[in-house]
């Protein structure tokens, strides 16, 4: 009664930050704060006036941070983290045919999905990372995860030709996906995907079951394409077309597609992706490790391709570390290009957090602190020796910031991480289930 009379309404938080960080609009608001309730922003404004407005159960102060979306990793595979550092200084088609197929053969299952994507949220919610776009066998196991620990994620259905420890092939890949896609939709914070691996794993057949599946059940389409040179010639070779042509002919282009990796474009691949409206998933740490080339990040931009970053899995990278991922975006465009204006910071910033989260089908809900979007938020901390002082927050977030900053992480307005500490883990605990898996992955990889 007292709050009706007085005018106030009652919220769940109010988190207080010296500046804020919304990335649309594009700027940045010194001593404002945010007003939550039932997981979404209903207001953002200067302090004083929300302090005014509203009264809260939690109030959090942030006199040292940046407020700002939570990140979002358009493209990875979680459950690899069981295989980070496994095979390290190859190129790709060594490292998956000799390396992390038969090792992937021996031990997927659905355990295993779910110890790796255990400890890749794990990593990713500490570094800031609030939503993620997975690609992996047993999506089922990484959905659950992902509702218990709290994250956000699209999970993606994979299909390949060959037999895996996931299906035999195509059809029994697509199978799984329309026999599960009913009981995933149930699940808090997740949504789906269709996710043929590659061109080259998948023919033409089981690229038309998936776009059909897609299309049905109005789901993205998540692909690898043109990740390198050897991938775009055997194709031309064999198919006397370009990758991205024989999808474009199979009518699996448009804005519900997300083309990972695209290092290798000449001029007919940029004007498919011009007329498309397919978004491309940029991976520079990856494709950097693997030397499978450069994606031309100022071209795309300048024509107008939308733009995510992802971190690809930690068996390729070797970490989720996506502040550090939208720095090497950021400087290794100005460093191809020759420009330094080719992908300024607030740009990676914003393909790091709205882009990616439109990318990935949760535009309208994520990626941006806006009243009406759910309460995906992080504080990194610039009163760092790395960050001081702070004359611009947002180029010392995109070319300073570590991740150890990253003191806070909401996910639709529940705390996960407080004062860069989990809130609903034991790292300890998680550490010592995962080391059986490890120790078995170690054992064979010997034995081989």
Same mark, same amino acid.
């Given at each position: ?193 269709? /996710? ?10 089981? !690229? &038309?079951? $998936?776009?059909? +599946? *897609? =299309? ?97 899995? /930690? ?10 991922? !939208? &720095?090497? $975006?950021?400087? +290794? *465009? =100005? ?112 034995? $081989?």
């Amino acid at each position: 009664m007292a709050l009706e009379k007085s005018g106030m309404q009652s919220v769940d938080l109010i988190i207080r930050a010296r500046w804020i960080v919304p990335i649309r609009p594009q700027t940045v608001f010194h001593d404002h704060a945010l007003a939550v309730h039932d997981g979404h922003i209903i207001a953002i404004g200067p302090a004083e006036d929300i302090r005014a407005r509203y009264v809260a159960s939690t109030t959090t102060r942030l006199d040292h941070h940046v407020l700002m979306p939570g990140l979002v990793n358009a493209h990875t595979h979680a459950a690899m983290t069981l295989m980070r550092g496994l095979a390290d200084d190859l190129p790709l088609m060594t490292w998956l045919n000799e390396h992390i197929w038969p090792v992937e053969g021996r031990f997927v299952s659905p355990e295993f999905v779910a110890m790796g994507t255990e400890l890749a949220i794990a990593e990713m919610l500490r570094g800031g990372t609030t939503t993620f776009n997975d690609m992996y066998f047993f999506p089922e196991a990484a959905a659950e995860v992902a509702h218990r620990m709290g994250m956000r994620a699209t999970v993606g259905h994979v299909v390949f030709d060959f037999p895996t420890a996931y299906a035999a092939n195509a059809d029994a890949c697509l199978q799984a996906a329309a026999d599960l896609l009913p009981r995933l939709r149930k699940i808090p914070l997740i949504r789906q995907s269709i /996710a043929p691996h590659a061109p080259y794993t998948v023919s033409d057949a089981g !690229l &038309r079951g $998936a776009r059909d +599946l *897609a =299309k049905a059940e109005a789901l993205p389409v998540h692909m690898h394409v043109h990740e390198t040179a050897y991938e775009v010639q055997e194709a031309t070779d064999r198919d006397g077309m370009r990758p991205l042509a024989r999808l474009a002919r199979l009518g699996l282009l448009d804005q519900h597609f997300l083309a990972v990796h695209m290092t290798q474009l000449n001029d007919e691949d940029l004007a498919i992706c011009r007329g498309s409206g397919l978004y491309v998933a940029h991976c520079p740490e990856s494709n950097l490790k693997l030397a499978s080339g450069m994606t031309p990040v100022a071209t795309l931009r300048k024509q107008g391709t939308p733009l995510a970053i992802g971190t690809d899995g /930690a068996a390729s990278n070797n970490d989720l570390d996506m502040l550090g991922e !939208l &720095r090497t $975006a950021a400087l +290794l *465009a =100005k460093g191809v290009s020759g420009d330094p204006t080719a992908f300024p910071a607030w740009e990676a910033l914003e393909a790091a957090t709205q882009g990616g989260a439109e990318a990935i089908g949760w535009g309208a809900e994520t990626g941006s602190l806006e009243p009406g979007k759910a309460a995906d938020c992080i504080a990194i901390d610039l009163e760092h020796p790395a960050t001081f002082p702070v004359y611009d927050p947002v180029s010392q977030v995109a070319y300073c910031a570590g991740r150890d900053q990253v003191s806070h992480v909401w996910v639709q307005g529940k705390l996960r991480i407080a004062e860069g500490r989990a809130v609903d883990w034991d790292t300890q605990d998680l550490f010592a289930r995962a080391r059986g898996w490890v120790q078995r992955i170690r054992e064979k990889d010997n034995d $081989a």
